[in-house]
């Protein structure tokens, strides 16, 4: 099974940036987690930073035909606003959840309001870098309920 993993703006800056929101571990403690989450669930995982809505934006349309199963993806603060990216994630007919560290819905008002998440089969915020690895779970049930839905 292969899943990307996608972290939009600022997300390298785990650690450093807003230790009482995001917590302290880094970003490569956050890869490390995936990675061991990913092997345990025998899948292959691809992960992905980017400041850069564009990189993302052709990333995720690369996935539409390199094999790609699922997509879990933290737009950041694209969260909010990116119509583009939105746009991407609805072209591709795979399982995606949206995950986000902190609970986006206990912190400023603008923040309150995904426009990407629509476009996912779910979303998981609030559980810190946990949310990541039952994003793993999640996507592994999705996948398979699609492929026995695909052999009916």
Same mark, same amino acid.
């Given at each position: 099974?292969? %899943?990307? &993993?996608?972290?939009?703006?600022?997300? =390298? *800056?785990?650690?450093?940036?807003?230790?009482?929101?995001?917590?302290?571990?880094?970003?490569?403690?956050?890869?490390?987690?995936?990675?061991? !989450?990913?092997?345990?669930?025998?899948?292959?995982?691809? %992960? &992905?930073?980017?400041?850069?809505?564009?990189?993302?934006?052709?990333?995720?349309?690369?996935a539409?035909?390199?094999?790609?199963?699922?997509?879990?993806i933290?737009?950041g603060?694209?969260?909010?606003?990116?119509?583009?990216?939105?746009?991407?994630?609805?072209? &591709?007919?795979?399982? !995606?959840?949206?995950?986000?560290?902190? =609970?986006?819905?206990?912190?400023?008002? *603008? @923040?309150?309001?995904?426009?990407?998440?629509?476009?996912?089969?779910?979303?998981?915020?609030?559980?810190?870098?946990?949310?990541?690895?039952?994003?793993?779970?999640?996507?592994?049930? *999705?996948? @398979?309920?699609?492929?026995? !839905?695909?052999?009916?």
């Amino acid at each position: 099974m292969k %899943i990307l &993993v996608m972290n939009g703006p600022n997300l =390298n *800056f785990l650690g450093i940036r807003e230790p009482g929101v995001y917590g302290t571990d880094n970003y490569e403690t956050l890869c490390e987690r995936i990675r061991t !989450k990913a092997l345990e669930l025998d899948m292959s995982v691809e %992960i &992905v930073q980017s400041n850069s809505e564009g990189t993302l934006i052709d990333r995720i349309q690369a996935a539409y035909s390199d094999g790609t199963e699922g997509i879990i993806i933290n737009p950041g603060a694209y969260t909010h606003y990116s119509y583009a990216l939105r746009d991407a994630l609805a072209s &591709v007919s795979i399982p !995606k959840i949206e995950v986000h560290i902190s =609970n986006v819905h206990q912190r400023e008002e *603008f @923040r309150h309001t995904s426009v990407t998440a629509p476009v996912c089969d779910g979303q998981i915020v609030g559980l810190g870098l946990l949310g990541y690895e039952l994003a793993l779970e999640a996507i592994q049930t *999705f996948c @398979r309920n699609t492929k026995m !839905k695909d052999e009916m």
